[in-house]
Nanobody, 117 residues
Framework: QVQLVESGGGSVQPGGSLRLSCVAPGSVFIANVMAWYRQAPGNQRELVAHINSVGKITYADSVQGRFTISRDNAKNTVDLQMNSLKPEDTAVYYC???????????WGQGTQVTVSS
């Protein structure tokens, strides 16, 4: 059973930065899509950013220009650098990975990000 482990969440003031990291320790696969989602209280889980196996990246409009997703295929890790954080970025952030053959996907346990003055 693959377990995704996230780290890097916390509390920061508006305008600050945080870096989230996600690793699949002991994994023997190379992920197809790696992504970060978030869910704020009372809201549905939403895509923040994803990157596929050839490096194509998509960002949510709300984070474009402020967040940067990156991956290391050798280590099966995905990071999310978050700059210029806003209170509306407050949410639980979830890491996601999948493979295509066979089709499988995994989620991290979530890490809290709080942006508040």
């Amino acid at each position: 059973q693959v377990q995704l482990v996230e780290s890097g969440g916390g509390s920061v003031q508006p305008g600050g930065s945080l870096r989230l990291s996600c690793v699949a320790p002991g994994s023997v696969f190379i992920a197809n899509v790696m992504a970060w989602y978030r869910q704020a209280p009372g809201n549905q889980r939403e895509l923040v950013a994803h990157i596929n196996s050839v490096g194509k990246i998509t960002y949510a409009d709300s984070v474009q220009g402020r967040f940067t997703i990156s991956r290391d295929n050798a280590k099966n890790t995905v990071d999310l650098q978050m700059n210029s954080l806003k209170p509306e970025d407050t949410a639980v952030y979830y890491c996601y990975m999948d493979v295509a053959i066979p089709i499988k996907s995994w989620w991290g346990q979530g890490t809290q990000v709080t942006v508040s003055s």
